[in-house]
Structures are given as structure tokens and as C-alpha cells.
């Protein structure tokens, strides 16, 4: 049996009855031992039952975490399979779907293909090597690359915990794969901004980081206290004590949400007398974002939540990062796991 059909197996038993269960243990106990020519079998055609069904046991996860999509439903029991997908029946509301069902993946084809397209964009690899690897034409890795990111680039924190450090950095504006009506020159491989910090050319992008490693982001609309305290509202409370540079929009939200602020000097180094007053980890993160962005030669504003939410994945899934974790983020089940479908 493959892992991902013990799985579904295992998620359908609390649907069984009293005499169904005593029969399933009647059944396992008379089961003989796989030989070895069944194992055998099973090395070499591993590899080919994974490439087979690319969400294996991770569909079966994501059911048992969020239940059924229709009506989120919780008794959930397995209902075969279906175009290389297991599917299932919610028994509450009768419906059945698969892991797919409701997800920014669903009725994505090649599946097959998905673990090197996964493994690409974790090594962070250019469309046409993306597309070399997989076997796809260039144009079907962005439209894949980008239906990879539209469930982590909702995937943040619900709050974050103890001492937080907030402060804003800029990414130049930018109008890639645009072919009409720019309002200025275009610009040759991203371009370098005219000016530093908040200017017309610049997106402003808040980060929150607390000692954890959490990580929230925002676009703002402009630097002011407004746009910050709805960007925070609910993520940093007056359970938190937050850190920033002193920068007004970051101060105000504090003052006006009852938040314990504290104030670091530049460039945000802590003191001999206060080391655990600091933002080293944000501004780290910060250059950790740009430093993976150029690789992009620019990366369109449109398109940027979606690589906010690339990059934050990235940090988040830490050393668990495998292709198969990378798809369970893609079907809405991530590392903060706060997306709803």
C-alpha cells in the first residue's frame, strides 16, 4: 500500500463502525509479511508511484488539518481516486473533492512535474532554467511559479510574540513585463533608484520580526501611522514590546495602540546598557530580501506580494525545507498555516 492510501486509510477510521473496526483487526492479524520479492518491487518502483502523485500523504494532511473545503466538516472519509488524486466524501454535507479542491492548485496539470518545479523555486532558479527542469515552455513556469505563490503569499502570522522589531525598507517601483503606456523610461534589468528611503520611485515594505524568527510583511500605500496601524492591527499588541528606529509611522501606531515602544539609535545597534534593545534581526532580514531579489533583475510591483511571501516561506520552513513541504504550502497548508480557502 502506498503511504499517502495508508494515510487516507488511517483518516477513515474514525468514520467506521464498532464491527467494521473489529473486522479491520481481524483482517490485519491474518495479513502475512510483504516478501522480499513485493519489497523488491517496491525499490524500483518507488520512484515512479512518488513522481506519480506529487502531493502524496500531503493531500491527506491538509484534509485532516482543514476538513472538508465545501463546509469544513470534519468527519471526512476516503472515496477512491480520480485522475491520479485520492479523493474524499464529507459526511456532513455529502459532497466529496480532493486536496486540490478550492486551492490556488486546483486543475493545475503535470503533476508529475510539480516536485522539480518545487525544488527550482526553493534553489530560487531563473524561469528558463525552472523551465528546462521541468520540460515546460518558459511561459508555463511564470504562470506555474506564480500559482505556487498565491496561497504562501497569505500565509503570515496571526500575531507575534514578545519583543518586536518593526522598521521599513524600499524596493525600487517597478513595471516588469509591462509593454505599454510606462509613465517613464523604461530601465534595463531592474534599474538602481534615484533616491534612497521613501520617494515616488520606492514601494515601502514594513517588516515585524519577533525573537522567534516570526516574520509578518506588509506594502504600505505610504509611510504614515495610518497605513501602519492597519497593516499591524491585531499582529503587535500591548502584549509586545516594540522596537524601532524612531521613524514617526511606526512611533504613532505604538502610541495609539497602547504598545510599550522603545526607541534604538542608528543604525539600530543595541547599547552596552540595554542588549537586548535592538533591530539587528530585522535590518538582517531586510538584506537577506534584497540580496535574494536581485537575482530577479527586478521584480514587478504587481507581482511583489507574491515574492514577499516566497522569501517568507523560504525563512519559515528553515531546515524542513523539501519539495514535498514547498507543495504543502502551495495547497494552502503552510508553515504559519493560517491560510483559508
Known amino acids: 500500500m502506498k503511504a499517502e492510501d495508508f494515510a487516507a486509510w488511517l ?35 518507488g520512484k515512479n508511484s512518488r513522481q506519480k502523485d506529487a502531493l502524496g500523504t500531503t493531500g491527506v494532511d491538509r484534509v485532516a488539518a482543514q476538513g472538508c473545503p465545501h463546509c469544513a466538516g470534519r468527519e471526512v472519509v476516503g472515496w477512491g481516486r480520480s485522475h491520479g488524486l485520492l479523493r474524499f466524501r464529507c459526511k456532513s454535507c455529502g459532497r466529496t473533492f480532493n486536496a486540490l479542491t478550492k486551492t490556488p492548485m486546483a486543475h493545475l496539470r503535470k503533476k508529475e512535474k510539480w516536485l522539480d518545479h518545487a525544488r527550482a523555486m526553493i534553489e530560487g532558479k531563473s524561469l528558463a532554467k525552472t523551465a528546462a527542469l521541468c520540460g515546460v515552455h518558459p511561459t508555463t513556469a511564470f504562470r506555474w511559479r506564480h500559482r505556487f505563490l498565491r496561497a504562501p503569499a497569505s500565509d503570515k502570522p496571526r500575531g507575534l510574540r514578545g519583543i518586536v522589531e518593526a522598521d521599513e525598507t524600499f524596493v525600487l517601483e517597478s513595471f516588469k513585463g509591462r509593454r505599454s503606456d510606462l509613465p517613464r523610461k523604461s530601465r534595463k534589468r531592474g534599474g538602481t533608484a534615484r533616491h534612497p528611503g521613501l520617494h515616488q520611485d520606492n514601494i515601502p515594505i514594513l517588516v515585524a520580526r519577533d525573537r522567534n524568527g516570526a516574520t509578518f510583511d506588509a506594502i504600505l500605500p505610504q509611510v504614515d501611522g495610518a497605513s501602519v496601524s492597519l497593516a499591524l492591527a491585531g499582529i503587535v499588541t500591548p502584549g509586545n514590546h516594540l522596537i524601532g528606529d524612531g521613524g514617526k509611522a511606526i512611533a504613532t501606531f505604538a502610541r495609539r495602540a497602547g504598545i510599550p515602544f522603545h526607541v534604538v539609535p542608528a543604525p539600530g545597534k543595541p547599547t552596552p546598557s540595554a542588549p537586548h534593545l535592538h533591530i539587528n534581526n530585522v535590518n538582517a532580514y531586510h538584506g537577506r530580501l534584497k540580496q535574494w531579489l536581485n537575482r530577479f533583475n527586478g521584480v514587478a510591483t504587481k507581482n511583489l506580494p507574491n515574492y514577499l511571501g516566497w522569501r517568507r516561506a523560504l525563512e519559515a520552513w528553515g531546515d524542513k525545507l523539501e519539495p514535498p513541504s514547498w507543495i504543502k504550502g502551495a495547497i494552502g497548508n503552510g508553515p504559519y498555516q493560517q491560510i483559508s480557502l
Open 11 to 45: 483518516l477513515a477510521i474514525s468514520g467506521m463502525s464498532e464491527g467494521q473496526r473489529r473486522e479491520a483487526v481481524a483482517a490485519l492479524e491474518k495479513a502475512s509479511v510483504v516478501g522480499g520479492a513485493a519489497a523488491a518491487s517496491a525499490k524500483t518502483g
